[in-house]
């Protein structure tokens, strides 16, 4: 499975101060909720949604140990970024691993990118690519929603671009 954690923008929660739990470093400062998403690496499917989680207070490391790290099997490992490295290479395949031959760095490449074109399909949808205009308790139900529909274009012929794999 490839992971790798997404964020919403939402309106401001609190001050605009550093350490405020919603502030995303990838919208600037401003307040957000990450998602961490898991995409099965031989059929491109979304296998797993986890979130919503405040953005500035927990990483994408802390969501996956919170979490997935713990219905993995032993010695299964996930493909993800750099933002994963301090779980591997135990339990996660990251950029920079001096262990990994360029040929598994490339194909990790790959993946990773096939990952992202899943993360900009949730951005495609005005509601999650401009801030919640509704409470942010509702976020968790519409995200889902959108990954369903979402999952059910794959299913019917919109599917991520295809991946060589083998480890």
């Not at 964020?7 to 405020?20: H, L, T």
């Not at 490449?109 to 942010?136: A, Y």
């Not at 976020?139 to 991520?160: M, N, S, Y």
């Amino acid at each position: 499975m490839s992971l790798d954690g997404t964020d919403c923008r939402i309106p401001q929660q609190g001050p605009a101060v550093k350490g405020n739990p919603f502030s995303s470093h990838k919208f600037k400062g401003k307040c957000a909720l990450r998602y961490e998403l898991g995409v099965d690496i031989v059929e491109g499917n979304l296998v797993w949604i986890e979130g919503p989680f405040p953005a500035g207070k927990y990483t994408d490391i802390i969501i996956f140990r919170q979490t997935l790290i713990h219905h993995l099997d032993p010695f299964e490992r996930v493909v993800a970024d750099d933002g994963y490295t301090g779980e591997a290479p135990r339990r996660v395949k990251a950029p920079g691993l001096r262990l990994d031959s360029s040929e598994d760095r490339a194909m990790q490449s790959v993946v990773r990118s096939r990952h992202e074109t899943l993360n900009g399909r949730f951005k495609f949808w005005e509601i999650l690519k401009q801030p919640l205009r509704h409470d942010i308790s509702e976020h968790g139900q519409i995200f889902r929603a959108i990954a369903v529909v979402i999952q059910l274009g794959i299913d019917e012929g919109d599917k991520l671009f295809s991946v060589v794999y083998s480890d």
